[in-house]
């Protein structure tokens, strides 16, 4: 069930009078109510992985409690050890298992050596099972680290766990954050919905309008590459960055506005990251849950930048390295971390990356400075290119690619693979960027004018391009549900 | 909450209006030609309406139509004689041809491929079958004897599925005070073009299967509905033409040969009926020759199937009898 679907609104509508109207009153029956909720949008999709996310539920759940209860540190450490084993495991074994099986068989013919290959099994991928993994884990971690108090009532945390809004592709909470929402009692804010309403509303912009409407063409450009020109390749790795942006952060924006109807915040997962003015701000506003979850469990564990310049460099590598990994089973994730630590790296032994921490470009002004402006240039030049290696299938297409562009620059008008007019992408781009400027300064609410006309023209003009786009030959699922 | 659901409703209705709006003055929407059953039980458009055809999002199509006394989408009037060399293009939406200007029409580019010798009359309609054409042919018979050539559409898959002719009632049901209201707005309009309301007419059957599960028909229970298929067609086309009778001196047909079974061209050839294979030079093309949002030719398609059309016409103009 998509997000981007007739039966998620119904759904959508169901559970929220139920919610709200019969079960008001009790935060028991909402939780009940959530949780089957949950699994039902889960078991939509395959009801057979319902048994991983309650096994990872039961795991988490009872490892909290034996951290928090032992008295011994190598007690607690044991126990930890048993819910970061359980959770890699899972992930492990259902997204990388025949991964690692292909590359070792790869790397023993490179040594001549031919193997039959008959390990690798037909794997079905979980939907959203790096996201929930990582969930639960921060769980048990956070108990390890005395940052919290594990729940007794199974029942909150089974639905912190499996909470449909963020379920199957984050943002990835922390129970600090959430479970202390679901065991509260909620009560009905009006400004909270309709701020959530809103927020679904830009989200479904983004996907519909922007991510759907460019991806036939990214899809066709990176499909024939050797076909096209170096322009054309330049234009399909920046569309493909808004294709991403406007997917994964449209998803992200439908997912907190969906909370917000439970009266739940969840945090930001994207504060307009095009707009950074080095890669360090980059990855303060990109995709920033599962950032900050490397930051807080794997880059300070290490010792973050607090030892020497050798160890630092180190952990941004491991960070970077595991982050792009996270994102998939294959060695262009790998290169696409690579290449943002490679970015990051020079930011940090420079001492910059903490200079854009707060604020963001034109902070105080009207327009951005020349300087500010050329910065934001660089930075979407370096994430562009690294995103050739996000989208392509396979490295060697990958350098191909970029060597299509570098080798021998070349200029030819590109044509839609439907024959759709492409000034119509080029404008709904440029006024996209523009209007991302003009909001700049709060994700959270993407039709803050004070004027109600206005306001209501905006709404209007947003429902309208969403009907000027829609493609029903266009497959709506989400990017990151593959993750 | 009950604040929220007042306000929500309000700003829905609102929007919508807005975007009634847009799509009016953008002309995003179809116009949509009235239709009637005459004397002679043919269905055909109201005669002399002009209006525009849109296809696809953002217009990517738009073309004039105007419909003749007659009432059919032509820049012509028809009034065949014996004085001049008289063509009838029969067939359903890709003859009546409303996905592109009226006066640059797959007739109009048959008359100037034949340098203006020959006077080209389209009586194509949405939905016509082979019934529907064989009937309409029959019942004007007196014109359709003056006409040289009558071109017969034929798409196997779909012309054929019966046997005697009958208005349709289903089409018919469009002309109802209902339907011609909902015509009025044009976002619906707009909006069911593009395909945004298909989830919500799949809707109810999805739910249906979720709760049934139905299972769907095996592949060896489709192969024996092909075969029942193949033989109820070929009685159809048995029954239609020996009931409204077809002259195979004038009549052709036009048909795609890649996508009619052979069994049927065979039977075809065996009994001498004539066809022009417009799928051959459709096929061949390396540009599109339809539209981006439907399988209606395109322009491009359209010059093919004329200069198809146009060829069987010299040669068969320039055969002794």
Redesign the interface.
Known sequence: MLFN???FF?FLIVVYLLH??ILRKSLKFQNILLLLASYFFYGLWDWRFLSLILLSTIVDYYVGIQIFSSSKASVKKAWLLVSVIFNIGLLGFFKYYNFFIDSWVDLVAMLGYNITNTWTLKVILPVGISFYTFQTMSYSLDIYYKKLKPTIHFLSFATFVSFFPQLVAGPIERASNLLSQIDSKRD?N?KQ??DG?KLIVWGLFKKVVIADAVAPIVDDIFSNYQNYSSSTLVLGAIFFGFQIYGDFSGYSDIAIGTAKLFGVELMSNFKFPFFSRNIAEFWRRWHISLSSWFQAYVYIPLGGSRQSKVITIRNVLIVFLISGFWHGANWTFVVWGLLHALFFIPVLLLGKNNTYKTGIIAQNTLLPSVKELLKVCYVFSLVTLSWVFFRAESIKDAFGYLYRIFGNFSFEAYLHP????MI?YYVLILVFVLYEYVIRKNERAPFQFKNKFLR??V??VV??AM??????GVDRSFIYFQF | MVKLLFKTGVYIILILICLELFVRVLHLGKDNPSRFVDALKVEKWKPNQTGFSVTGNRRQNFSEYHINNSGFNSYREYTPSYDRVEVALVGDSFIQGFHQDYYNSLGKKIENNMNNNVDVYEYGYAGYDFADQIHLVNAYKEDFDKIDHVILGLRYRDDLLRGDYKVVNDRMKLEAPLYQNLRKIKLLGYASNIGILDPVKKFPGKIISFFKNKKGSGAEKKKTNQVDNHARYLKNFKSLISRYGYDKSRFVLLISVSETPPFFMDYLKDNNFEYIDFGAVLNKSKTPTTLIYDQHWNNHGRTLIAQSISDYLIKKINTPH
């Open positions: 679907s007739l039966e119904v709200w109207i009905f009006y919905q309709v309403i439907s024959g759709y007019r119509d209501f023209f709404y209007a429902v309208f009907l000027l786009f829609y493609d029903s």
